[in-house]
């Protein structure tokens, strides 16, 4: 329902276009109708032959309105199914936890928090980060970690975070896909992944089975 109500205010007036071709659709319709009948009629002679051109060519007219309106109306039809499809996935990105360290300052400093990506928005009073997913081989991601150490002022300054994320390919019953872990999951030391987490710069997935589950759509 809530990704309904953000379509509708992304596109306020598609609900009008879906009357206007019902309307359209509905009255050429019933006038593809009366033209069908009285070319029926012309071409077995109940009426005059030679106005059947004239009710041929309204045919033509009136099932092109139907079509024309029925076409549109698919289109849009497709055009707000994959904006709803956007908006799902945006809210199931927005739903992924990560586990990041409380910024000095405020309440509980220095210890893990674990929030949804959603809670990193501005305005939402928890913390805002701009967070940008790293998801790759363990050998990318922490050469990637490494690298977001050798830029942590960077970082610190344009309020970015990374969420890097290790991407194992799995098969289950013939079906491959993918399992997300963490560099800290693999290996508590390994290439600062927990010591650039403690420094505020690195939040770790959690929940990873929906990160999985996530990632499994994106990664080719």
Same mark, same amino acid.
């Given at each position: 329902?809530?990704q $309904?109500?953000?379509?509708?205010?992304?596109?306020? %007036? $598609?609900?009008?276009? %879906?009357? =206007?071709?019902?309307? #359209? !659709?509905?009255?050429?319709?019933? /006038?593809?109708f %009366? @033209?069908?009948t009285?070319?029926?009629?012309?071409?077995?002679?109940?009426?005059?032959?030679?106005?059947?051109?004239?009710y041929?060519?309204?045919? =033509?007219?009136? &099932?092109?309105? #139907?079509?024309?309106a029925?076409?549109?109306?698919?289109?849009?039809?497709?055009?707000?199914e994959?904006?709803?499809?956007?908006?799902?996935?945006?809210q199931? %990105? =927005?739903?992924?936890?990560? @586990?990041?360290? &409380?910024?000095?300052?405020k309440?509980?400093? !220095?210890?893990?928090?674990?929030? @949804?990506?959603?809670?990193?928005r $501005?305005?939402?009073g928890? *913390?805002?980060?701009?967070?940008?997913?790293?998801?790759?081989?363990?050998?990318?991601?922490?050469e990637?970690?490494?690298?977001? *150490?050798?830029?942590?002022?960077?970082l610190?300054?344009?309020?970015?975070?990374?969420?890097p994320?290790?991407?194992?390919?799995?098969?289950?019953?013939?079906?491959?896909?993918?399992? &997300?872990?963490?560099?800290?999951?693999?290996?508590?030391d &390994?290439?600062g992944?927990?010591?650039a987490?403690?420094? /505020?710069?690195?939040?770790?997935?959690?929940?990873?089975?929906?990160?999985?589950? *996530?990632?499994?759509?994106?990664?080719?």
């Amino acid at each position: 329902q809530q990704q $309904r109500l953000r379509e509708e205010t992304e596109a306020p %007036f $598609r609900t009008a276009r %879906f009357f =206007a071709y019902a309307g #359209v !659709g509905a009255a050429a319709g019933v /006038g593809s109708f %009366f @033209s069908f009948t009285q070319c029926l009629a012309a071409a077995l002679g109940a009426q005059d032959s030679a106005l059947l051109p004239g009710y041929a060519t309204n045919l =033509a007219i009136n &099932v092109s309105g #139907v079509a024309a309106a029925i076409g549109l109306y698919i289109a849009d039809k497709k055009s707000q199914e994959k904006r709803l499809q956007r908006l799902a996935k945006g809210q199931r %990105f =927005a739903s992924l936890k990560l @586990s990041v360290a &409380v910024p000095e300052g405020k309440g509980a400093a !220095g210890r893990s928090l674990v929030v @949804s990506l959603a809670d990193l928005r $501005r305005n939402r009073g928890v *913390m805002e980060r701009r967070v940008v997913i790293y998801a790759g081989s363990a050998a990318n991601v922490a050469e990637a970690v490494r690298t977001a *150490m050798e830029k942590k002022d960077l970082l610190e300054d344009t309020d970015l975070l990374l969420a890097p994320a290790v991407v194992e390919w799995e098969e289950t019953d013939g079906e491959q896909g993918i399992e &997300v872990t963490t560099l800290a999951a693999r290996d508590p030391d &390994v290439d600062g992944a927990v010591e650039a987490a403690a420094a /505020g710069i690195v939040g770790l997935p959690a929940s990873l089975s929906e990160w999985s589950e *996530m990632l499994r759509d994106e990664v080719p």
